[in-house]
């Protein structure tokens, strides 16, 4: 059964870099037909499509958060990872890791989530 | 890229049937059969009810169906179970190349 685990710091301080990390287990992050995304949710408010990558590098990101957003893979690793520069309270939110479906966009299968906060 | 329109609540009793819309353009919704569905409980991940407008994965019940009409697609919960009570979310391919998500609905069984 594929699992997908966040980790990385719950607190980072405003104007600095949030990062996290995902570990997928129970299959490959090289396997042909998905993308890898993350997806943040603020409290209380809704779902907000963050970016997603291909284990060959190639990557999507939402264009509202484009020019602060990184997303990388790491094949040997099966890992992915989100690095968000330039924080404020607005990124304070749970963070999750997903498996996209190529051509069909969709996440079957989702980590548990992780709640940065960014404090001032 | 704006949020697809939801409703921000809905409700139904039990055993009824409730209609949820999903409401975008033809850069989104109207323009690619790429809509899917999710079902939120509290403090959970969400989960996958609905794929491609209408394609339910494995072990989703039968009561939960999806369907699109121009712009607005809309997720069908029929014969309300308890357990339904929960936030859902649609989302949408978009023509540029990214993903959108609606503003989210609460359903409340009554």
């Known amino acids: 059964q594929l699992q997908l685990q966040e980790s990385g710091p719950g607190l980072v301080k405003s104007s600095e870099t949030l990062s996290l990390t995902c570990t997928v287990s129970?299959?490959?992050?090289?396997?042909?037909?998905?993308?890898w995304g993350w997806i943040r949710q603020p409290p209380g408010k809704g779902l907000e499509w963050i970016g997603s990558?291909?284990?060959?590098?190639?990557?999507y990101y939402n264009p509202s958060l484009k020019s602060r957003v990184t997303i990388s893979v790491d094949t040997s690793k099966n890992q992915f990872s989100l690095k968000l520069s330039s924080v404020t309270a607005a990124d304070t939110a749970v963070y999750y890791c997903?498996?996209?479906?190529?051509?069909?966009?969709?996440?079957?299968?989702w980590g548990q989530g992780t709640l940065v906060t960014v404090s001032s | 890229q704006s949020a697809l329109t939801q409703p921000a609540s809905v409700s139904g009793s039990p055993g009824q049937s409730i209609t949820i819309p999903c409401t975008g353009t033809?850069?989104?919704?109207?323009?690619?059969?790429?809509v899917s569905w999710y079902q939120q409980h509290p403090g959970k991940a969400p989960k996958l009810m609905i794929y491609?407008?209408?394609n339910r994965p494995s072990g989703v019940s039968n009561r939960f169906s999806g369907s699109k009409s121009g712009n607005t697609a809309s997720l069908t919960i029929s014969g309300l179970q308890a357990e339904d009570e929960a936030d859902y979310y649609c989302?949408?391919?978009?023509?540029?190349?990214?993903?959108?998500f609606g503003g989210g609905t609460t359903l409340t069984v009554l």
């Open positions: 997903a498996r996209l479906r190529d051509f069909e966009w969709h996440f079957a299968y």
């Open positions: 129970g299959g490959s992050i090289s396997s042909s037909s998905y993308y």
């Open positions: 990558i291909y284990y060959s590098g190639s990557t």
């Open positions: 033809s850069r989104d919704v109207g323009g690619y059969n790429h």
């Open positions: 491609e407008v209408s």
């Open positions: 989302s949408s391919y978009t023509s540029s190349g990214t993903l959108v």
